[in-house]
């Protein structure tokens, strides 16, 4: 498969995707991270005192490993905890669907850089296999949670405002394609007397 074809098919449209980076450097190394997708660029922001910073200054190149059926994955990999993995261009790799790209520091800010990446292979097992967006998963959490509005009692209520606001916040930043429909359930809320943060 062509490579961006198979980017496209794992990073289907702008938001963030959360996936496994593999770096190597002072030492090898995956962590969780949001890929941030806008118009078919590829970047990240990585804080300046994580392994991945420093191992990016050593070796500026990444693997962008596609998880989505092992959720125990991310926890072990944001607890550095032990984990299998294969070295491909001398980077980890723990997926069959994984993209490898050049790393550039575009933005250098007091406690963060954001990276651009730019993408040179991918190993891809599957068709039409996509990266884990969480904003697809709260909106599906929102819409559980909507349908009990009615039901909760004053102090669930209140407590649940507060998780929809927040599921709302994220789905917002993180899945711009659903923005239309957000907009109708807050619209559909606030209809029926209830206030967002």
Same mark, same amino acid.
């Not at 068709?127 to 904003?135: E, H, L, T, V």
């Given at each position: ?18 996936v496994?980076? @593999? ?27 994580t392994?991945?910073?420093q191992?990016?200054? $050593? ?7 596609? $998880?989505i ?13 032990? $984990? ?14 994984v ?13 963060y850089?954001i ?8 190993k891809?097992? &599957? ?7 969480? @904003?697809n998963?709260?909106?599906?959490d ?5 349908? &009990? ?13 507060? $998780?929809i ?22 619209d559909?809320? &606030? ?6 943060e």
């Open positions: 498969m062509e490579l961006q074809e198979a980017i496209k098919n794992i990073f289907p449209s702008n938001g963030i995707y959360e496994i980076l @593999g770096t190597k450097g002072i030492r090898d190394n995956i962590s969780p991270i949001g890929v941030i997708v806008n118009e078919n660029q590829l970047k990240v922001k990585l804080y300046k005192c392994t991945t910073y191992n990016i200054l $050593v070796y500026p190149y990444c693997s962008i490993n596609v $998880v059926d092992n959720p125990k994955m991310f926890y072990l990999a944001l607890f550095d905890k032990s $984990v299998k993995y294969n070295l491909i261009h001398g980077l980890p790799v723990v997926s069959d669907n993209i490898f790209s050049n790393c550039k520091i575009i933005e250098d800010h007091t406690e850089v990276l651009s990446l730019d993408p040179f292979d991918v891809y097992s &599957r068709q039409k296999i996509s990266a884990f967006n969480r @904003g998963c709260l909106f599906i929102l819409l559980v949670n909507i349908t &009990r509005l009615d039901i909760f009692s004053r102090e669930e209520l209140e407590s649940m405002l507060k $998780v606001s927040y599921e709302i916040k994220v789905i917002k930043r993180t899945q711009p394609n659903l923005l239309d429909i957000i907009r109708e359930i807050e559909l809320i &606030r209809s029926k007397g209830y206030k967002l």
